[in-house]
């Protein structure tokens, strides 16, 4: 499953560049040795196994957090664009479902850019808002990835439709069923700065998580996307710093 994650084939690609950059041309000897395939798939290894320790770091601190809930319903958002919500968000599904076992739903908020159905390689034809505006059965807006205890499902198709879907009496009765069915809801949210429509799940999650890019984004802008989940009803859990950037070596960083 590996495969569907964009931060593994970003590096996939980058070292496929690097590879064609340093390739000697056919009449010269070559100056240094290809990196092997066995090189390749060690570095992505580490980079998996890395990934899957942050992952369970961050599951146990909300799991520290909210002791009483069993079933949980965990938001993820960002301040801005490309700060790699959606990653952090499809990562942490991967881990919760293969390391503990738990069934999690991958809900994509995002209705004017939704992508997570792309990286999980499923071809959705409902969306919850259809469900909702016809009362239907959420089956048919559930999708299974790879036979796996992973849903994906999408907000909405349309990015014309509502933005208050999560508003509706008819939702209240399908968020019900969700949240029975699953152990883990996860909803991966448009950026605060550039969509509303995050505000009105905030009350509807136990906890509301941060993602921040290293090196990128300012404290005040995240100090005041924390401030507007609390005021729509929100509960802030902490903050994920993605893409760090590790300017003296990593194995000091873990000493400090």
Not at 46 to 68: A, K, T, W
Not at 186 to 197: F, G, K, Q, R, Y
Request: charged share 25%.
């Amino acid at each position: 499953m590996s495969k569907i994650y964009e931060a593994l084939e970003q590096a996939q690609r980058e070292k496929k560049i690097l590879e064609q950059v340093q390739a000697p041309q056919v009449d010269e000897a070559p100056e240094a040795v290809p990196v092997s395939e066995r090189a390749q798939e060690a570095d992505v290894y580490s980079f998996e196994m890395e990934m899957e320790e942050e992952m369970l770091h961050v599951y146990h601190s909300i799991e520290s957090l909210l002791p009483n809930r069993k079933k949980k319903v965990l938001q993820f958002i960002a301040a801005g664009e490309g700060e790699g919500t959606s990653t952090i968000t499809r990562e942490f599904a991967r881990i919760a479902m293969v390391a503990l076992g738990q069934r999690v739903l991958l809900l994509d908020a995002d209705r004017h850019n939704p992508t997570q159905h792309f990286f999980c390689n499923v071809s959705p034809d409902y969306c919850l808002d259809d469900i909702v505006q016809a009362q239907e059965n959420p089956e048919k807006a559930l999708y299974q990835v790879n036979g796996s205890n992973l849903f994906v499902s999408l907000i909405s198709r349309n990015s014309n439709a509502s933005p208050n879907v999560f508003d509706s009496s008819n939702f209240d009765l399908l968020w019900g069923a969700l949240k029975e069915r699953f152990d883990l809801i996860l909803v991966d949210s448009p950026p605060a700065t550039i969509s509303s429509d995050s505000f009105s799940i905030f009350k509807k999650a136990d906890g509301v998580v941060i993602v921040v890019e290293a090196d990128k984004t300012r404290w005040p802008v995240v100090q005041s996307v924390k401030e507007r989940i609390v005021q729509h009803g929100g509960r802030v859990l902490g903050v994920v710093l993605n893409k760090r950037r590790y300017y003296i070596p990593e194995f000091i960083y873990k000493r400090l």
